[in-house]
């Protein structure tokens, strides 16, 4: 998937449901980082890091984080293997090994519509 938000975040309805980027962990990792829901939260792999607002939620299982990959603004592909399977030639984009530490940088601002709807935009 080559998702980056282009028409989930120009609806209004949507950004304002989950308008920053997230990543959800289970309760006792989050509680293990030493981190609480909200706070900031890096996402590291090999092949690029990102900073995302915490969700505890008890349906991600323990030692994996769960990461939307509509969020230009920390996008989850930076972590992701580039490898293609060898007979579809499609990208690994669904699973990397990661290191989540506490803190971070805010993600930056939003791209595309920022939550605005097409009228608006282009109105």
Do not use: M
Request: charged share 25%; glycine share 14%; proline share 10%.
């Amino acid at each position: 998937h080559w998702h980056t938000g282009a028409i989930t975040r120009r609806s209004g309805v949507l950004d304002a449901i989950e308008p920053e980027p997230v990543a959800s962990l289970h309760p006792l990792d989050l509680a293990a980082l030493g981190a609480k829901p909200g706070e900031l939260v890096t996402v590291e792999s090999r092949r690029g890091k990102i900073a995302l607002y915490a969700r505890a939620d008890d349906g991600t299982p323990r030692g994996a984080v769960f990461i939307p990959f509509c969020y230009y603004e920390a996008a989850a592909n930076e972590l992701t293997n580039p490898a293609l399977d060898p007979f579809g030639k499609i990208p690994e984009f669904k699973y990397c090994a990661v290191r989540v530490t506490r803190g971070g940088q805010p993600p930056g601002d939003p791209g595309y519509g920022k939550g605005r709807t097409l009228g608006e935009l282009y109105g």
